[in-house]
């Protein structure tokens, strides 16, 4: 089958790319390359492979760029899929591949993957120590270096910095003398002075994580710690010019080392999309830091972490400027808030993610700051999903603690938007009083009734409503049992009342109405898990509404309802019935012995 692929469509240079996908489809799907042993291939298998790899070699020779191109895919895949053929082939390979890797002249897709294929050839090697004397260590020095140079090319961002990455990972000792240019390379991403493509400002985040592998193994947490640390630093840098007009309280501590990026203009219009983008890039790159796992054990700076969350969010629309200082500046400011406080609530995300129950201790600060940030964003939909999303993490991490301080306040915001409003519609006739009088209707006046019926509108936007209703599911779970029974009551009237409405608002649309319903089905499934002693338990109508939506045109709201049912059968059946609870006795037994 591989002397048919490489006779029949490999033959033309000028026609190679054409048939490329069907040619790596033949080999996936077929295991062309498939070696069930470690025995050394058969005198007619061999014949094949040198024949293939002869066909290779003169792809990567063509003067056709893209017959070129197809020679290094085809070798890609090859490695990817004999290991013989690697072995045999590396060293050779590697070179050619590495020569295009300096020209200057070829093409940005050559280039691409020309770093793609060798990454993997070295990386291959890492437990190889033979294969690693001959193939990677001769070459790793000039191929960083090459990397490097091709770095200044916006189009190579991402994968020479993927690329670099590998490896620092995989060669740290050789990455070594390198590290203080792949920084650089990092911080001209996260500078906030160019537009860069989501792909590229992942990579920048992931290799600028990774140098503190090339620090060596003495000195790798505190490295670890320290980039972490100039990144807090940077942030806070970028927020004394920010907050120039905001009388803020004074800070006692002592703020990290930055790291040295690009001065901004004095002028604050060109200065502040700058800083604000900036503070966004570098924060990404902190929750980069709090969500990648490291080799050795890393002490996280929480307390530097919680400092700067709170410095941002205690600056709102409310906040006092300071004496004798521009007000357009002030105003902007506000206006670039919102944006400031969504990119924080991302880092806030990944230090609980990070931190876990560590972040107890911080419950009553946290309950007092996202109670303000639920009533400050109440007309802002993004915002306050973002704030719900933040306040559910917390009832997780924190848990008791955490909801006894906020539930209150909490239920009181969740029902509110998760209210209908029944609106009225008015219908208005104009008339001309100059116009002679007519008994006559006109065409545009209203001839029926549909104009006047009233409208059922939905308090909160759909992503507000499944916000809410997803903290809401996990107060349930955290607090539930604890709740008052006047809230519990209000709680679980408002959830049944919702899947109950026939009519639904005219504001949401079909697929916005299934995800709502959804999640008021989870809510519904943690209210019956998770009942209350003190009052009657609404399992029953939860049963009535689990076995109706099982006949849910939708196939989501179906496979939930009958997660649902399934646990209300689990509750209610008779051979499964409740574990009594040993009651403590009313008083102590005494003994008095003379």
Not at 238 to 265: G, H, M, W
Not at 538 to 562: M, T
Request: one cysteine or more; proline letters at 3%.
């Amino acid at each position: 089958l591989l002397s048919s692929v490489i006779s029949l469509y490999m033959s033309n240079d000028n026609l190679i790319h054409q048939n490329l996908s069907f040619i790596l489809d033949i080999i996936v799907n077929h295991r062309l390359f498939h070696e069930p042993s470690n025995e050394e291939p058969n005198d007619e298998l061999a014949a094949v492979y040198r024949k293939w790899t002869v066909r290779l070699n003169a792809l990567l020779q063509s003067k056709n760029a893209a017959a070129r191109w197809c020679g290094i895919t085809l070798v890609k895949t090859t490695c990817e899929n004999s290991h013989h053929l690697l072995v045999a082939n590396a060293k050779t390979w590697s070179a050619q591949l590495l020569g295009f890797v300096g020209k200057t002249t070829e093409p940005v897709a050559i280039h691409q993957e020309c770093i793609e294929t060798l990454s993997f050839l070295f990386s291959y090697t890492i437990d190889k120590p033979e294969l690693q004397r001959e193939v990677a260590t001769p070459n790793l020095q000039r191929y960083n270096q090459l990397l490097l140079q091709l770095g200044r090319k916006q189009d190579l961002l991402a994968t020479v910095l993927s690329a670099l990455t590998a490896n620092v990972k995989c060669f740290p000792s050789t990455a070594r003398h390198i590290s203080d240019q792949c920084l650089q390379l990092c911080l001209s991403c996260l500078d906030g002075s160019r537009d860069l493509d989501d792909k590229t400002l992942k990579e920048a985040n992931k290799c600028l994580v990774s140098l503190y592998i090339a620090g060596g193994k003495s000195m790798m947490a505190e490295q670890w710690k320290d980039s972490i640390s100039r990144l807090i630093g940077s942030v806070h840098e970028c927020l004394n010019r920010l907050f120039d007009t905001i009388d803020e309280e004074t800070q006692e501590a002592e703020l990290p080392k930055s790291y040295p990026f690009l001065p901004v203009a004095s002028d604050y219009v060109d200065a502040f999309p700058v800083l604000i983008k900036r503070i966004q890039l570098v924060q990404d790159c902190i929750s980069t830091f709090l969500t990648t796992s490291t080799s050795i054990v890393v002490g996280v700076p929480v307390v530097h972490l919680v400092d700067l969350i709170c410095r941002i969010y205690n600056v709102y629309e409310g906040s006092l400027m300071r004496d004798y200082k521009d007000k357009s500046e002030f105003y902007t400011l506000m206006m670039c808030l919102p944006s400031l406080h969504l990119s924080t609530s991302k880092l806030f995300t990944s230090l609980l993610y990070c931190s876990g129950q560590e972040m107890m201790r911080y419950s009553k600060l946290f309950s007092r700051i996202l109670l303000r940030l639920l009533s400050e964003h109440k007309q802002k939909r993004a915002l306050k999903a973002s704030v719900y999303k933040l306040v559910a993490l917390c009832l997780e991490k924190c848990g008791y603690a955490f909801a006894e301080s906020i539930h209150k306040p909490l239920i009181a915001s969740i029902l509110e938007d998760l209210q209908i409003i029944e609106k009225k519609a008015a219908a208005f006739a104009t008339t001309n009083n100059q116009q002679k009088k007519s008994h006559k209707k006109r065409r545009t006046d209203v001839t029926n009734s549909d104009a006047l019926t009233n409208k059922l509108v939905s308090a909160a936007s759909t992503q507000v409503q499944i916000a809410a209703l997803q903290t809401l599911a996990t107060l349930l779970e955290v607090y539930g049992f604890a709740l008052e029974n006047g809230q519990r009551s209000a709680v679980d009237g408002t959830v049944l009342s919702r899947l109950i409405q026939m009519i639904q608002p005219t504001d949401m649309s079909d697929e916005e109405v299934i995800l709502v319903k959804a999640e008021l089905y989870q809510c519904l499934i943690s209210s019956v898990t998770h009942p209350i002693e003190t009052q009657a338990s609404i399992l029953p109508h939860a049963s009535r509404l689990f076995s109706a939506g099982i006949n849910d045109q939708s196939h989501q709201l179906q496979v939930i309802c009958k997660k649902g049912l399934s646990v209300c059968d689990l509750i209610m059946h008779s051979r499964l019935p409740p574990v009594q609870r040993v009651l403590p006795k009313t008083c102590p037994t005494v003994v008095i012995t003379a």
